[in-house]
């Protein structure tokens, strides 16, 4: 089997992360493997053994997901080139014949347990929670009878032998984790018209305004932030890095723009890519930030160094 039929995605099976790699056309005609953490899925990437992979990269309740944010930051780069949105909601999972008074030691996904926190308050509140690699794992852990119960998708249940105790768990309405498929890097696709962009940011050196003068170069180009995140970089206290995402594609010249500016600002911009929006919202292109304004406005330019600035 060659890479190239080969994605990856944070396992084991029956994570959201797999229902989430399935939703993509493509995912059928590859061979899905599920690794033990976002570094091994994404280093299968960077290694040639896999052609793309799939992993969680934000959530409405909790934000961004750290260990994926900065494993993009760092180490070979690697590129975006889709993302998935999935609606979020949990099933207690337990043993068969397990009842919700039995249930002393509960397990799932870091990421996890913001979502949840009110409902254990209510209905388990002296249950003690640990984290698991992921909410698969956790469904695993529980078969092994290491927990009691694990917060998983409902779908997990068939795979680990276990019965959906409680479903439709969620503390906040409309949860939503966000995935985006990586893969090594090579040309963006072209523009949708509803397209978004990820960059890594590095200051020069941290001064009253850095970060105002990293933002003004996306509000002087009209360009969107959709996420921004500040990340350590593991190089002391206060040493951080910058990811955002953006609205539009690399080849708006609005954007475009902004990268330039930002790459003469700060000591390194890793690009991540460009990428069509999975919501298909086209963004909102204000007055004299149109890819014709940018245009026009070079042109006059170019006019003025010939000496004729004023209409033809």
Known sequence: MTSASRYTYLGPEGTFTEAALRTLPEAATRSLVPMISVPAALDAVRGGEAAGSLVPIENSVEGGVSATVDELANGRPLMIYREVLLPIAFALLVRPGT???EVKTVTGHPVAQPQV???????????????????????????????????????????YGLTPLVTDIHDAENATTRFVLVGRPARPAA???ADKTSVVLWLHQDHPGALLEVLQEFATCGVNLTRI????????????????????HIGDRRVGEAL?????????????????????????????????????????????LDGRPGPD
């Open 99 to 101: 009842s919700l008074d």
């Open 117 to 159: 926190r009110n409902w254990l308050a209510r209905h388990l509140p002296n249950a003690v929670w640990e984290s698991a690699a992921s909410n698969a794992d956790g469904a695993r852990l529980v078969r092994e009878e290491r927990f009691d119960a694990a917060f998983a998708g409902e779908f997990a249940a068939a795979t």
């Open 191 to 193: 523009p949708t018209g």
């Open 229 to 248: 995140e500040s990340r350590p970089t593991g190089k002391g206290i206060g040493q951080y890095c910058f990811s955002v995402d953006c609205e539009g």
């Open 260 to 304: 330039m500016g930002l790459r003469r600002l700060c000591s390194d911009v890793r690009f991540l890519g460009s990428y069509p929006r999975a919501d298909q919202l086209g963004p909102n292109v204000v007055a004299g930030t149109s890819d014709e304004d940018f245009l026009n406005a070079a042109d006059w330019l170019t006019r003025c």
